[in-house]
């Protein structure tokens, strides 16, 4: 199963844009890649997914390497409320076909004013 | 529309007694899956059912956990004898495509 490495924390100034990277050196060709964010006591939200190419929605930006072996999740103008923890999870099979997200550490970002 | 909710927000147990936590799905939702998530951790999976049918119980630590969705919507995680390593939050999600849809979590303190 690809595993994925995060730094622990981050932070960045309300109005800059938030750049969180993810390493998944050992993804195979076919696995996508996903981020989900916690914010406190909630559970995690959905934000976007891709597999090779950059994919932009109304909450953020992916850009995967052409190597896809790290992607880069951007917030393009932070704010207090994304002050949250972020998971990039790469798609594992699970039994009989199903999709397990396997969640790690994930990214604390903290928003400061 | 509605998403996922679970009921009780919160439990407290005494060690030993049995507990059940329950998820409703967004309507339609075929996939379900429970999570436990220890403090300062991130999830880490349980058992995913697809309709009514268990598919995958792997995550399950011991055979005091129990999972059920005997209708297909609803869902139950019961833990029986509880001990004091049970204490998370127990989260439940839904799917539809690619996308998990997650409750707002079941936090568990077993004294």
């Known amino acids: 199963d690809a595993k994925t490495t995060q730094p622990p924390s981050m932070d960045c100034a309300e109005g800059r844009a938030a750049n969180l990277p993810c390493n998944h050196s050992t993804i195979s060709g076919n696995e996508y890649v996903y981020w989900y964010r916690q914010i406190h006591s909630q559970g995690p939200q959905y934000i976007i997914h891709g597999l090779k190419n950059n994919e932009t929605n109304e909450m953020a930006s992916l850009i995967i390497t052409e190597d896809r072996k790290s992607s880069t999740l951007i917030l393009p103008h932070a704010t207090l409320r994304d002050t949250a923890v972020y998971y990039c999870i790469v798609r594992v099979e699970g039994r009989r076909g199903s999709y397990i997200p396997t969640f790690g550490r994930g990214t604390s970002l903290i928003v400061h004013p | 529309g509605a998403g996922v909710s679970q009921s009780p927000r919160y439990k407290v147990a005494k060690r030993g007694q049995d507990v059940a936590l329950r998820c409703d799905p967004i309507?339609?939702?075929?996939?379900l899956f429970w999570y436990q998530q220890a403090l300062g951790q991130g999830p880490e999976f349980l058992t995913y059912f697809q309709n009514e049918a268990q598919l995958d119980k792997s995550g399950l630590p011991s055979d005091r956990f129990f999972a059920e969705r005997p209708e297909g919507s609803v869902s139950t995680l019961k833990i029986q004898r509880t001990q004091q390593e049970d204490s998370a939050v127990y989260l439940c999600?839904?799917?539809?495509?690619?996308?998990?849809?997650f409750g707002p979590g079941t936090r568990l303190l077993v004294l």
């Open positions: 999600a839904s799917r539809v495509g690619e996308t998990q849809y």
């Open positions: 309507s339609g939702h075929v996939s």
